[in-house]
């Protein structure tokens, strides 16, 4: 089965600071690649996902993800983080039978 | 809006007993799934089903079992509950087809097994 490795699992940055954080995955075949986001005591919510075209791909709430076959990852992306977007940041893969797979989770915080 | 609920908020059950959460998606989606939520761990596949009746493991079935007997319900059954099972569980259904499906999530089951 695909597997996920998110391999920081707590970063802390300024309000204002760019933000990435990293996403490597494991599938044999084309990949079907998400970004989710749980802020706390909340439900997942998509951000956004790749699966075929332009590698660099926009989501909500300003995020950016980019696709690299060459190094498996498909880091997420935000150029001016903000306060409110502490929270916990989940990277998937997706098997063509629709199977998915996460990521242990970056938590991010962000400082005054 | 696509909305999948999960019956219970919270639950505490004692070792031993049969444990069932359910789990209605109400937007007509093929896909189900159930997920377990651990600190440091991330979100890790107990079960997916694809369509009726129709189940496949994901890297930890054991001590569970689920049932899909209507397209729009999914259950998730603790044989017999054990304090590592404590954990919160979430449920998530996505549309058929090819893959790329997102999924969307219900709020979650706070389990607790004493």
């Known amino acids: 089965a695909q597997s996920v490795t998110q391999p920081d699992i707590h970063i802390t940055v300024s309000e204002g600071a760019s933000l990435e954080l990293r996403c490597n995955y494991s599938y044999g075949a084309t990949p079907y690649l998400f970004w989710y986001v749980q802020s706390p005591g909340q439900g997942l919510q998509l951000l956004l996902k790749?699966?075929?075209?332009?590698?660099l791909v926009q989501g909500i709430k300003g995020f950016e993800a980019e696709f690299k076959r060459s190094q498996s990852s498909f880091n997420l992306r935000k150029p001016s983080v903000h306060w409110s977007d502490a929270a916990e940041y989940f990277c998937a893969v997706g098997a063509w039978n629709n199977d998915m797979r996460f990521g242990a989770g970056t938590r991010l915080t962000v400082k005054p | 809006d696509v909305k999948v609920t999960q019956s219970s908020r919270y639950l505490v059950k004692r070792t031993g007993e049969k444990v069932f959460l359910e789990c209605v998606q109400d937007?007509?989606?093929?896909?189900m799934f159930w997920y377990r939520q651990d600190p440091g761990l991330g979100l890790r596949l107990i079960y997916f089903?694809?369509?009726?009746?129709?189940?496949e493991k994901g890297d930890i079935p054991e001590g569970y079992s689920v049932s899909r007997e209507k397209k729009e319900r999914f259950s998730l059954i603790l044989e017999s509950a054990s304090t590592n099972q404590t954990s919160m569980y979430l449920c998530?259904?996505?549309?058929?087809?090819?893959?790329?499906?997102?999924?969307?999530f219900g709020s979650g089951t706070q389990l607790s097994v004493l």
């Open positions: 790749y699966f075929s075209g332009d590698t």
């Open positions: 998530a259904s996505s549309a058929g087809g090819t893959g790329g499906r997102a999924l969307f």
């Open positions: 937007m007509d989606h093929e896909n």
């Open positions: 089903s694809y369509d009726v009746k129709m189940k």
